[in-house]
Each structure stands twice: as C-alpha cells, then as structure tokens.
C-alpha cells in the first residue's frame, strides 16, 4: 500500500521561509518522480515543482522560481520543498505526489498517489 506524508506546514510571515517535507512508502521511491502541488478553496490544483528519481532535472512553475527549492533524500525515501521569501499568495494546502513518468510532469493527472496535504499559511 502506498502511503504519502507531507509534513511542515505552518504559520509564516511574509518574506519569511519555510521547509516542506513528504515521505512515501510503499514503492521504491528512487523510481517515481515526485511532486509538489498547492490548492486554494475553489481553485484548481496547483503545480509547483517536481523532481526526477534521480534528484536531477528540478522543475518549477515560474511563480516560484528562484524563491523555492525541492530536492530529494533517497535513502530516507523523502522529498522536501524549501520555500524562501514567501509571499501571501502562497498560503495554501501543499500536496506531494509521485508519479512513475520521467517526462515533464506538470499536471494533477500525471500523478497516482497523494498526500493528505499541509496547511502553509503566510501573513501578510
């Protein structure tokens, strides 16, 4: 059974940071892209970077470029997002989600296996 934990979410002021962190178990992690999404009420899921099973190629939507960071432990079978500078539109619930595609995953659809989300809500 495949299991995703986000963890790390919180309160933050703007232009504060903040680390995300997703374990998953229940596949061998180093074969499944992983990925970071964030949704508010009403809205669409939305892409906020993803990182290969190898830790290279790191993508980002160019909302968060420069400002955020995923990269991936291996051997603890986690992913995190660090998240610099934090603006108050990025207050949302963040979710990680693996997928076993190695092309450009930018999508919810891309995706089988989801977290429950964390809460990242930033005061302006």
């Known amino acids: 059974q495949v299991q995703v934990m986000e963890s790390g979410g919180g309160l933050v002021q703007a232009g504060g940071s903040l680390r995300l962190s997703c374990a998953a178990s229940?596949?061998?992690?180093?074969?499944?892209?992983m990925g970071w999404f964030r949704q508010t009420p009403g809205k669409e899921r939305e892409f906020v970077a993803f990182i290969t099973g190898s830790g290279g190629s790191p993508y980002y939507a160019d909302s968060v470029k420069g400002r955020f960071t995923i990269n991936r432990g291996n051997a603890k079978d986690t992913v995190y997002l660090q998240m610099n500078s934090l603006k108050a539109e990025a207050t949302a619930v963040y979710y990680c989600?693996?997928?076993?595609?190695?092309?450009?995953?930018?999508?919810?659809?891309?995706?089988?296996?989801w977290g429950q989300g964390t809460q990242v809500t930033v005061s302006s």
């Open positions: 989600s693996m997928t076993p595609l190695i092309r450009i995953a930018r999508t919810a659809r891309d995706y089988d296996y």
């Open positions: 229940g596949r061998t992690f180093r074969y499944y892209t």
